[in-house]
């Protein structure tokens, strides 16, 4: 069975740290791009941040360069994002979605399968 479950959401103060997991069902390819997007409020849905199987190419939204890592773990089928110096504005529902594919240049691509979200707030 395909799917994809996000965990690690929660409530934390500016400044401070979470890191998101992705476990990967039944989406096994060695050509697999895993990517981050996220739904603020009243926003459109953005890309955040993806990470290839084959190449491990990555790419990351201007606005987490610098503050957010991608890494996945294909023995345990889960790619996490570790973000640090959480800011107000990163407030929103992450999903991770997964694609057939062997680089990660675009947030564009359409994506296969999609979880259902978790939700980080950042505020004091």
């Known amino acids: 069975q395909l799917s994809l479950v996000e965990s690690g959401g929660g409530l934390v103060q500016p400044g401070g740290s979470l890191r998101l997991s992705c476990a990967v069902s039944?989406?096994?390819?060695?050509?697999?791009?895993i990517t981050w997007f996220r739904q603020a409020p009243g926003k459109e849905r953005e890309g955040v941040s993806c990470?290839?199987?084959?190449?491990?190419?990555?790419k990351y939204a201007d606005s987490v360069k610098g503050r957010f890592t991608i890494s996945r773990d294909n023995a345990k089928n889960t790619v996490y994002l570790q973000m640090n110096s959480l800011k107000s504005e990163d407030t929103a529902v992450y999903y991770c979605?997964?694609?057939?594919?062997?680089?990660?240049?675009?947030?564009?691509?359409?994506?296969?399968?999609w979880g259902k979200g978790t939700l980080v707030s950042v505020s004091s």
């Open positions: 979605a997964a694609r057939y594919g062997r680089s990660c240049i675009s947030f564009d691509s359409v994506m296969n399968l």
């Open positions: 039944g989406f096994t390819s060695d050509n697999s791009v």
């Open positions: 990470i290839s199987s084959s190449v491990g190419s990555t």
